[in-house]
């Protein structure tokens, strides 16, 4: 699918370049040694090469769907005893896959610390939610390209220019955020064979800010929260108007709640998550996502020396299916009322664990099909690692993973820290 994005409007992320530069003003002028900011960062090679004989789109990148290398610089610093603080994490890219250079503002923030707050402004990456890989309450975007290519796991999660606020009253931990929205990076033909006729359309994306709440509290050694989050979904609805293709972000009412905490010799997790689809509360626009409920349980321990295994269960109920079956169009599968997903991750140190063993699986119960994702990862020294792994797509085409079948690929990444 190739889109044309609509002009967004400017304001809040003024607002965010503003609050920062105040703070950084303050600082510099507070004459403390503290704001003088800390540089570190890395560079990093990555390649991808896909799997097996596949008939790539002339567009695609297909030997080599990945094959980049990367800079990364890091500054932070500090003010006034601690109450002011900024952060900035710039990447700059030469993307030999798709012969393109870039850069990319991964985080811009200033802090305000006081004793029961914090407020944060600017881009920022905030992670929700106690599922590994599998996320109900955490609606922020994402970068699925990034995942689905092997590049480390912190590029899955891109940054949102947002304000957030942390109170610490007594009862409870309270986070508020207000945030612009941001769409998911979704695997596109540059570098993925994907199914289907490639569509080309315009997106219209909302400029209305989005609002999310966070309180969570220990109940002993349990760890509690609930979330509200007035936000959008982050793939595109498709519809035709008039011949035309246009691609528009419903809106989402997200309410959930989390538990955490020890049992045995490890740590069970439990998730749940409502998905109010606004735009289709009775399931009857085939454009647009069903409301759902989401559910989740996972246990992880450690079951040897240097060896820990983790397990997860996932169900995913789809409202007002018999709606959505009335509503299909002809020819497109059908998606189960119930979608149910298992995951493993295996993970294993050696050598003072500077060797570590990795896997992560996802089963498809519902549909049959899978991903898995093997990998091993050497530190040759406190500043450089390498890794090797692959990501293997399988089973049922019409499955959420399965109909990645075609882009199987080997990864390799070596990185240097400074």
Known sequence: M?????????????????????????????????????????????????????????????????????????????GMGGSLGYAAKLDLLHDAALDDSDSDVRELYADYN????????????NTWGVADLLFINDTFPKDWVSFFGGLP???????????????????????????????????DRDRFVLPGPEISAALDEPSDL?????????????????????????????????????????????????????????????????????????????????SQTRLLIGYSRQVAEETTLGFQAYAEWMHDHDAYRRTLPAGVPERDELRTVATLRFTQFHLHQTLRLSLFAFWGVSEGDGYIIPSVRYAFSDNLWGELGANLFVGDRNGQFGSLGDNDNVYATLRYAF
């Open 114 to 125: 006081a004793e029961h707050l914090t407020l944060r402004a600017g881009r920022q990456v």
């Open 2 to 78: 190739s889109t044309e994005k609509g002009v967004k409007k400017l304001g809040f992320d003024s607002f965010f370049f503003l609050f920062f530069m105040l703070v950084w003003s303050a600082t510099v002028s507070a004459g403390d040694s503290g704001w003088m900011p800390q540089i570190h960062g890395f560079l990093q090679a990555h390649a991808a090469a896909r799997l097996g004989n596949v008939d790539c789109a002339v567009q695609t990148a297909c030997d080599w769907p990945f094959n980049e290398q990367r800079l990364q610089l890091k500054a932070e610093g500090s």
């Open 153 to 187: 796991l912190e590029y899955l999660k891109l940054g949102s220019d947002a304000l957030r606020l942390d109170l610490y009253p007594e009862f409870a931990d309270v986070q508020i955020l207000l945030a612009d929205f941001r769409e998911d990076r979704l695997p």
């Open 210 to 290: 989005e609002a999310s709440l966070r309180v969570s509290r220990y109940f002993g050694s349990w760890d509690g929260a609930v979330y509200l989050s007035r936000t959008h979904y982050r793939a595109p609805a498709m519809s035709q108007i008039a011949g035309q293709w246009r691609g528009e972000y419903p809106r989402l009412n997200a309410y959930g709640a989390s538990l955490s905490g020890p049992l045995g010799n490890g740590v069970l997790n439990f998730e749940a998550g409502y998905y109010d689809s606004v735009r289709d509360r009775d399931g009857t626009d085939p454009a647009v996502e069903n």
